[in-house]
């Protein structure tokens, strides 16, 4: 009985540690994607890419950077799963120059409102901030960091489209609510925030929609206490 018990324990410990994202975590804040052919426009499937605009750091808490960290983050400064699980919109793809090569979002998170459960459906009729998540975890750059393409949405009548200065809006608003001390769930983050001006073009060349942009990408650093 031991002894099952023992070499099961040894079993769960080998597969554990055999985890490459585990092991060979690059400890930056990110690589920038274009270094391997990436870029930090998605593809929208309209030609443009929408502007992955905000970047969480690779060097946050690792439990901040999982799934489950980043939706109990995202709860934190007022967004939640989508409404109800229904999917408004197809998903977009990013290449992060991590040698994944092009990937779909692992996640999109919509402003709640005020209330987690139903405030993503208030968002989807009258409109807000939301998010889709691209994480870098290729064998070229595993940093683990999230980059996220934050834009400020019309409501559903208009068909969920961007609102003009919607990806600038959307990022200073996301930003200006995640910095500092937030928490949910029993989880307390300090978060700090630094822009970045070189990695984003300046102007609508290549946006989805033709909306122009500042080109500014925001660095979080986000800290479990
Ligand atoms: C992305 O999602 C779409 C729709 O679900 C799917 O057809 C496509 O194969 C996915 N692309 C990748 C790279 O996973
Ligand atoms: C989070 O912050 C609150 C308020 O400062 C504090 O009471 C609580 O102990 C903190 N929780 C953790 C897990 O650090
Ligand atoms: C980043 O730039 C935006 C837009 O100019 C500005 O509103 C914000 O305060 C800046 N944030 C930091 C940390 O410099």
Known sequence: ??????????YLVAQASALPSVLH???????????NGGSLLDNAGSGGGEPLNVIISGLSSPDVLTDSGIVNFAKAIGFSTECLGIHLGDPQSANLGDGNGPQNQTIELRQDYGDPDVGTCLESLIGGNHFRVFRQN??????????????????????????????????????????????FGGVNYSTIAQNMTNL?????????HGIAIDGIVTLLTVTIE
């Open 25 to 35: 975590r690059q400890a930056v804040d990110f690589v920038d994607p274009r270094v």
């Open 138 to 183: 290729g064998p070229l750059a595993p940093t683990g960091a999230l980059f996220l393409a934050v834009s400020q949405e019309e409501p559903a009548t208009e068909s969920h489209t961007i609102i003009p200065d919607g990806y600038d809006l959307g990022r200073n608003s996301f930003v200006a609510g995640a910095i500092g001390s937030k928490s």
């Open 1 to 10: 009985m031991y002894l099952n018990y023992l070499v099961a324990t040894l």
């Open 200 to 208: 984003l073009p300046v102007g609508s060349n290549g946006v989805n």
